[in-house]
């Protein structure tokens, strides 16, 4: 681009010379209104020259350079001459006078057409300037003949047929949302991407990440309206207004929102998306209890981990869902305190009922009635407030071919999902998830359990937690009833404040409430549980569920015990079978699961022989077992294709799990599962 030869580059050519009228053409200063002089002119007035000539006794009059239309350079559009088009930010000091605007008529009167040129901003045309006819909500171009010192603007309606829009922006200081306790009660500007839109009865708001974290924005039009529509969840923009503090929180009060596009707007992505990269990385912490298989698991642990942070740290929502009993409950909870302190610090203080949701599932994996529940609230959160779909993470659940209808829902929405089990994984299950973390992956197996893993996954996520989660593993153990090494340890960590019969206790209660709870997620009363309130409303309250669940027990066990069929297989196996159907309480704790353990328990205190345990039910059995070699998943798998028209399936655990069939094959699945159980291998 070449500078404008007509006005040398200045952008503006002199038309006329005038005698100064202030001075009458002297140079000196007369008595003049300090009030309507600008600080430069003040200064000038007061070392005694004009300030209206700057002391030469005439004054210039200037147009704006009509070859160039005021940039000073040729661009070879030298005739389109600029209007511009003022941010709602702009005050008169960002008005020229003899500049075109864009302005919107806002009232038409006898004397004049009143023009908005923003927000603030409304000038006048005269009824005299007043070409033709125009109306409320007219887009008109507008040259700024006068502004007088009381602020009103004089305007004189131009028509033009070509012209450039130029858009004149107001410049506020930028920060990071991070730093804004710092300019509470200034304007300031920041960028970042539009994460979350609530449409309150008053304004709307909207939480903006940036680099540093989120802040929420107020942005008000009238109460309950929503302010910018076309800014959405996902938009990047420049928000400027005041900081305020509103309840703890920082907030901005919206006085202009923006939408950035292009080059603008992807440098602000990767700025977010570098700073959460950074943001997300694990703790480096040790493991309170390594051991081979922990350690071999380390890696997946921390990208299980890192995904999390990256979830909180964007303010994507979370779903958590864990198998409803002792196992998957402490370690949902373990991940629970961990990220929620997070939460709160990141997104506010009421955010973890937006971002955050934890759900038991009643099934040992993910079934259709839990995605579907969970698919149907992310895409109402997302219509609601524009939220992302959420990140799915399935603990001491998750890992077996019987979740792959439910993924199939999760892959159609392009939901990311994270599991941290320990039932035996089958492969398939891989290809919808993003992390897999799972003993048997390597070497080892269920009595590493899932409250295990989360316990340490949790400390990587947040170590500030490590204290007061340091019982969960060892109430998983006992839940699961572990007997790898590394449950005694965990067992022997919390020796000095919980000993095994409280650690046992607080499993039962936790199985007991589970039981009543459903599909609640119960987070008070399992905090209660989980001592992580008073203590003495702990101890009672583990100590009543106990009692209750005992007693329950007692009263299944004396139902059920002279009820169990005993019968010695070829390999030596003790096979015991009980009809829960016919012979056990129903619809009531203990459920058939926890009745054919507990059955299966009192059995093996009585022998050292190998034992299994059926407890079956018109359709379905429950499979317990002790030294007998099973592998539960092999032989689902066999039954469902050797019996035709069976419909078998479940699955479980190697040695505990479960099996589902049609009513009127029962008599056949049974015969030929305890023909298989008398033709295993045992540890004999
Ligand atoms: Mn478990």
């Given at each position: 681009m070449a500078l404008c030869e007509r006005c040398s580059g200045k952008g503006e050519i002199v038309v006329e010379e005038k005698k100064c009228v202030a001075c009458k053409g002297t140079g000196k200063a007369k008595s003049i209104n300090l009030g309507e002089l600008s600080e430069e002119q003040l200064s000038r007035a007061l070392d005694g020259s004009c300030p209206v000539c700057d002391g030469t006794g005439c004054v210039k009059i200037t147009e704006k350079c009509p070859e160039c239309g005021g940039s000073?350079?040729?661009?070879?559009?030298?005739d389109t001459p600029s209007v511009n088009l003022l941010s709602d930010l702009c005050d008169l000091q960002d008005l020229v006078v003899g500049d075109l605007y864009e302005g919107t008529v806002n009232g038409v009167t006898d004397f004049g057409a009143f023009i908005d040129l923003n927000k603030k901003m409304r000038g006048l045309i005269r009824s005299n300037n007043l070409g033709s006819d125009v109306a409320v909500g007219d887009t008109v171009h507008v040259h700024v003949q006068n502004v007088k010192p009381n602020g009103n603007i004089e305007l004189i309606p131009k028509k033009l047929k070509e012209y450039q829009i130029v858009e004149i922006e107001k410049h506020f200081p930028e920060y990071r949302s991070s730093d804004l306790l710092k300019h509470v009660g200034k304007t300031v500007s920041i960028a970042g991407k539009v994460i979350h839109v609530k449409q309150t009865a008053g304004p709307t708001i909207f939480t903006v990440l940036d680099e540093s974290g989120t802040v929420v924005c107020a942005a008000f039009e009238r109460a309950g309206e929503r302010a910018y529509p076309e800014v959405d969840s996902g938009t990047i923009v420049r928000v400027v207004g005041e900081a305020s503090m509103r309840n703890q929180d920082i907030q901005i009060e919206v006085a202009e929102m923006k939408g950035l596009f292009g080059s603008d707007a992807t440098g602000i992505c990767d700025r977010i998306e570098r700073a959460l990269d950074i943001l997300a990385e694990p703790q480096d912490v040790d493991f309170l209890i390594e051991s081979e298989v922990t350690t071999s698991l380390k890696e997946g642990m921390r990208a299980v981990a890192k995904r999390i942070r990256r979830a909180i740290f964007s303010s994507q929502p979370i779903v958590l869902r864990h198998h409803a009993d002792a196992d998957g409950m402490t370690a949902g909870i373990a991940i629970e305190r961990a990220i929620l302190p997070l939460i709160r610090d990141v997104s506010g203080t009421d955010a973890e009922y937006y971002f955050y949701r934890r759900s038991p599932s009643k099934a040992p994996f993910y079934e259709m009635m839990d995605i579907v529940r969970d698919i149907t609230f992310a895409l109402g959160d997302q219509a609601r407030h524009g939220q992302d779909l959420p990140l799915i993470i399935l603990v001491d659940n998750g890992s077996t071919e019987e979740d792959v209808p439910a993924f199939r829902y999760t892959d159609v929405y392009g939901i990311d999902v994270l599991v941290v089990d320990h039932h035996h994984p089958d492969e398939v299950v891989d290809q919808y998830l993003c992390e897999h973390v799972n003993p048997y992956h390597v070497g080892g197996d269920f009595g590493v359990t899932a409250g295990m893993v989360c316990f340490e996954v949790a400390r990587m996520i947040n170590p500030d937690v490590t204290d007061e989660i340091k019982h969960l593993p060892a109430v998983s153990a006992i839940g699961d009833r572990s007997e790898a090494a590394e449950a005694s340890r965990y067992i022997d960590l919390v020796s000095d404040r919980y000993s095994a019969a409280e650690l046992s206790d607080i499993a039962l209660a936790l199985d007991y409430a589970a039981f009543w709870l459903k599909?609640?997620?119960?987070r008070g009363l399992l905090n209660d549980i989980l001592n992580f309130g008073k203590l003495d409303r702990h101890q009672k309250l583990v100590k009543l569920l106990c009692d209750q669940a005992k007693s329950m027990i007692e009263d299944q066990l004396r139902v059920c015990m002279p009820n169990v069929r005993t019968q010695r297989l070829p390999n030596g196996v003790s096979l015991n079978v009980i009809d829960l159907e016919h012979f056990a309480h129903k619809f009531t704790f203990p459920p058939p699961g926890k009745t054919s353990g507990e059955i299966h328990d009192q059995i093996c205190q009585k022998t050292d022989d190998p034992v299994v345990t059926l407890g079956y039910g018109p359709d379905f059995a429950v499979i317990r077992s002790r030294g007998a070699g099973m592998n539960i998943p092999q032989m689902v798998r066999e039954l469902h294709d050797e019996l035709v028209g069976a419909g078998v399936s479940g699955g479980g655990h190697l040695v505990v799990g479960s099996i589902k069939f049609v009513e009127g094959m029962r008599t056949e699945v049974l015969q030929r599962l305890a023909e298989m159980i008398g033709k295993l291998e045992t540890d004999e």
């Amino acid at each position: 681009m070449a500078l404008c030869e007509r006005c040398s580059g200045k952008g503006e050519i002199v038309v006329e010379e005038k005698k100064c009228v202030a001075c009458k053409g002297t140079g000196k200063a007369k008595s003049i209104n300090l009030g309507e002089l600008s600080e430069e002119q003040l200064s000038r007035a007061l070392d005694g020259s004009c300030p209206v000539c700057d002391g030469t006794g005439c004054v210039k009059i200037t147009e704006k350079c009509p070859e160039c239309g005021g940039s000073g350079e040729i661009t070879g559009h030298v005739d389109t001459p600029s209007v511009n088009l003022l941010s709602d930010l702009c005050d008169l000091q960002d008005l020229v006078v003899g500049d075109l605007y864009e302005g919107t008529v806002n009232g038409v009167t006898d004397f004049g057409a009143f023009i908005d040129l923003n927000k603030k901003m409304r000038g006048l045309i005269r009824s005299n300037n007043l070409g033709s006819d125009v109306a409320v909500g007219d887009t008109v171009h507008v040259h700024v003949q006068n502004v007088k010192p009381n602020g009103n603007i004089e305007l004189i309606p131009k028509k033009l047929k070509e012209y450039q829009i130029v858009e004149i922006e107001k410049h506020f200081p930028e920060y990071r949302s991070s730093d804004l306790l710092k300019h509470v009660g200034k304007t300031v500007s920041i960028a970042g991407k539009v994460i979350h839109v609530k449409q309150t009865a008053g304004p709307t708001i909207f939480t903006v990440l940036d680099e540093s974290g989120t802040v929420v924005c107020a942005a008000f039009e009238r109460a309950g309206e929503r302010a910018y529509p076309e800014v959405d969840s996902g938009t990047i923009v420049r928000v400027v207004g005041e900081a305020s503090m509103r309840n703890q929180d920082i907030q901005i009060e919206v006085a202009e929102m923006k939408g950035l596009f292009g080059s603008d707007a992807t440098g602000i992505c990767d700025r977010i998306e570098r700073a959460l990269d950074i943001l997300a990385e694990p703790q480096d912490v040790d493991f309170l209890i390594e051991s081979e298989v922990t350690t071999s698991l380390k890696e997946g642990m921390r990208a299980v981990a890192k995904r999390i942070r990256r979830a909180i740290f964007s303010s994507q929502p979370i779903v958590l869902r864990h198998h409803a009993d002792a196992d998957g409950m402490t370690a949902g909870i373990a991940i629970e305190r961990a990220i929620l302190p997070l939460i709160r610090d990141v997104s506010g203080t009421d955010a973890e009922y937006y971002f955050y949701r934890r759900s038991p599932s009643k099934a040992p994996f993910y079934e259709m009635m839990d995605i579907v529940r969970d698919i149907t609230f992310a895409l109402g959160d997302q219509a609601r407030h524009g939220q992302d779909l959420p990140l799915i993470i399935l603990v001491d659940n998750g890992s077996t071919e019987e979740d792959v209808p439910a993924f199939r829902y999760t892959d159609v929405y392009g939901i990311d999902v994270l599991v941290v089990d320990h039932h035996h994984p089958d492969e398939v299950v891989d290809q919808y998830l993003c992390e897999h973390v799972n003993p048997y992956h390597v070497g080892g197996d269920f009595g590493v359990t899932a409250g295990m893993v989360c316990f340490e996954v949790a400390r990587m996520i947040n170590p500030d937690v490590t204290d007061e989660i340091k019982h969960l593993p060892a109430v998983s153990a006992i839940g699961d009833r572990s007997e790898a090494a590394e449950a005694s340890r965990y067992i022997d960590l919390v020796s000095d404040r919980y000993s095994a019969a409280e650690l046992s206790d607080i499993a039962l209660a936790l199985d007991y409430a589970a039981f009543w709870l459903k599909f609640q997620d119960g987070r008070g009363l399992l905090n209660d549980i989980l001592n992580f309130g008073k203590l003495d409303r702990h101890q009672k309250l583990v100590k009543l569920l106990c009692d209750q669940a005992k007693s329950m027990i007692e009263d299944q066990l004396r139902v059920c015990m002279p009820n169990v069929r005993t019968q010695r297989l070829p390999n030596g196996v003790s096979l015991n079978v009980i009809d829960l159907e016919h012979f056990a309480h129903k619809f009531t704790f203990p459920p058939p699961g926890k009745t054919s353990g507990e059955i299966h328990d009192q059995i093996c205190q009585k022998t050292d022989d190998p034992v299994v345990t059926l407890g079956y039910g018109p359709d379905f059995a429950v499979i317990r077992s002790r030294g007998a070699g099973m592998n539960i998943p092999q032989m689902v798998r066999e039954l469902h294709d050797e019996l035709v028209g069976a419909g078998v399936s479940g699955g479980g655990h190697l040695v505990v799990g479960s099996i589902k069939f049609v009513e009127g094959m029962r008599t056949e699945v049974l015969q030929r599962l305890a023909e298989m159980i008398g033709k295993l291998e045992t540890d004999e």
